[in-house]
């Protein structure tokens, strides 16, 4: 970046994320799972992190990041259990990860629009 460019946007970063997290391979996260999350428009908006083999999706750019998004962890037998953070609420329990992204899209917070630039706390 020059002088004269202007920082990257949230927007920016967040599709800059996503392309980085859908060329994960397998060894990072099942890769029906982020593909899975960004058939969804509204998600798509929102800002992806791989931890542990869990898709995580935040309205803000910076940490800390909002645990207000459903987080669908896989099971051992197979499936997600989707499961809210910030009150651990548990949204269901699915066979597939385009059932449970279906699920995460549906319960999005009221006003959950493009993520920030900023931390959990600006929001």
């Known amino acids: 970046m020059t002088n004269d460019e202007a920082p990257p946007t949230a927007a920016e970063i967040v599709a800059t994320a996503w392309r980085t997290v859908l060329a994960y391979g397998p060894d990072r996260v099942d890769p029906a799972v982020p593909r899975a999350a960004h ?22 750019i910076q940490f800390p990041w909002t645990r ?48 920030i630039d900023g931390t959990a706390n600006d929001l």
């Not at 509204?42 to 800002?47: I, K, M, S, T, V």
């Not at 791989?50 to 309205?59: A, E, F």
């Not at 910030?86 to 493009?114: M, Q």
């Open 39 to 60: 058939s969804h428009a509204a998600l798509r908006e929102l800002f992806p992190a791989v931890s542990h083999g869990v898709l995580y999706l935040s309205r803000c």
């Open 68 to 115: 207000d998004i459903g987080t669908a962890f896989p099971q051992a037998s197979g499936g997600y259990r989707v499961r809210r953070q910030s009150d651990n609420t548990l949204l269901g329990v699915t066979e597939t990860a385009e059932e449970a992204y279906r699920l995460i899209a549906a319960h999005l917070p009221e006003d959950c629009g493009p993520a």
